[in-house]
């Protein structure tokens, strides 16, 4: 399984970005996807996570009304849409699949992209 990140970028405080994760390598559509992320400094920690369907999403309390994930099937792509953006959102974004279709939020063992770096000036 390959995943693509892309649509990082430097934005100023209060302004948006729309992440995109391009997966291929299998049927997209029978796995859920995850996005997490990366500050400098700091661990990965979980963003937001959608069912295969896209049915069901999953947000840290951090992030929960301000970004929205969702996901084209017919696309093989996943995109998390992040907006008010504040410094502390800065960090390197990964989007990532589990290996199981049981799975909901992707662990450390399951496929990861090589993530994209988002920019938020104060």
């Known amino acids: 399984v390959q995943l693509q990140a892309s649509g990082g970028g430097l934005v100023q405080a209060g302004g948006s970005l729309r992440l995109s994760c391009a997966a291929s390598?299998?049927?997209?559509?029978?796995?859920?996807m995850g996005w997490f992320r990366q500050a400098p400094g700091k661990e990965r920690e979980f963003v937001a996570a959608i069912s295969w369907s896209g049915g069901s999403t999953y947000y840290a309390d951090s992030v929960k009304g301000r970004f929205t994930i969702s996901r084209d099937n017919a696309k093989n792509t996943v995109y998390l849409q992040m907006n008010s953006l504040k410094p502390e959102d800065t960090a390197v974004y990964y989007c990532a699949a589990p290996r199981s279709q049981s799975t909901v939020v992707p662990g450390p063992h399951d496929y990861w992209g090589q993530g994209t770096l988002v920019t938020v000036s104060s």
């Open positions: 390598g299998r049927t997209f559509s029978g796995y859920a």
